[in-house]
Nanobody, 115 residues
Framework: QVQLLESGGGLVQPGGSLRLSCAAS????????MGWYRQAPGRERELVAS???????NYADSAKGRFTISRDNAKNTVDLQMNNLKPEDTAVYYC?????????WGQGTQVTVSP
């Protein structure tokens, strides 16, 4: 009952930047944490960054200092600003929202970092 739509992925050169956006719709009342995960080919899906409704953030070590997660509760969106991108950041990035005991996933957006 929570629908998530990601946007903003694309092809970027190393050192470049991208801004991912996720819009939530449906039953969004009481959504607690929202976050961005990524999954590269042959790898497990991993947390990149998360943010609670009160603004508490958590980042993967690889994202600290380069990525910034933000949330607009009024617009029901969560963004991920990615700077100084590296080839190892290449993955499908997924938005996730937690409401109650359940988690909801977006369809994913491809991020490719390559010369």
């Amino acid at each position: 009952q929570v629908q998530l739509l990601e946007s903003g992925g694309g092809l970027v050169q190393p050192g470049g930047s991208l801004r991912l956006s996720c819009a939530a719709s449906g039953i969004i009342f009481s959504i607690n944490s929202m976050g961005w995960y990524r999954q590269a080919p042959g790898r497990e899906r991993e947390l990149v960054a998360s943010i609670t409704s009160t603004g508490r953030t958590n980042y993967a070590d690889s994202a600290k200092g380069r990525f910034t997660i933000s949330r607009d509760n009024a617009k029901n969106t969560v963004d991920l600003q990615m700077n100084n991108l590296k080839p190892e950041d290449t993955a499908v990035y997924y938005c996730k929202a937690d409401r109650g005991w359940r988690g909801y996933w977006g369809q994913g957006t491809q991020v490719t970092v390559s010369p």
